[in-house]
Nanobody
Framework: DVQLQASGGGLVQAGESLTLSCATS????????IGWFRQAPGKEREGVAC????????YYRDSVKGRFTISSDNAKKTVYLQMNSLKSEDATTYYC????????????????????????WGKGTQVTVSS
């Protein structure tokens, strides 16, 4: 049974940092691409960052490059999203997701219309940024 459990959201001030965690189980961690999406109410989801351990690939949305870092711990089967220099526009609900195909996950990352399906989703974690 595939499970993804996101945690680490909270309230921070603009310019501060937060680290999200996505604990996974039920699938081959190294063989999947795992990513973070975010979605505000009434808006389409945005692909934020993804990682593939097997392919040694990381992807970042332009607006988070240089501020966010995605990493993974194979022993813990957990993916992290270190978010620095947070801005008000980063405030929303973040979701972690996993897909067996890296090219497909990358397509989903770039699809701001949110039409590209992803195999597995976790529940969201809320990030609030006060100015």
């Amino acid at each position: 049974d595939v499970q993804l459990q996101a945690s680490g959201g909270g309230l921070v001030q603009a310019g501060e940092s937060l680290t999200l965690s996505c604990a996974t189980s039920g699938f081959s961690f190294e063989d999947y691409a795992i990513g973070w999406f975010r979605q505000a109410p009434g808006k389409e989801r945005e692909g934020v960052a993804c990682i593939s351990r097997r392919r040694g690939t990381q992807y970042y949305r332009d607006s988070v490059k240089g501020r966010f870092t995605i990493s993974s711990d194979n022993a813990k089967k957990t993916v992290y999203l270190q978010m620095n220099s947070l801005k008000s526009e980063d405030a929303t609900t973040y979701y972690c997701a996993a897909h067996s195909s890296l090219p497909y996950m990358l397509e989903a990352m770039r699809d701001d219309a949110g039409k590209t399906g992803v195999d597995h989703w976790g529940k969201g974690t809320q990030v609030t940024v006060s100015s």
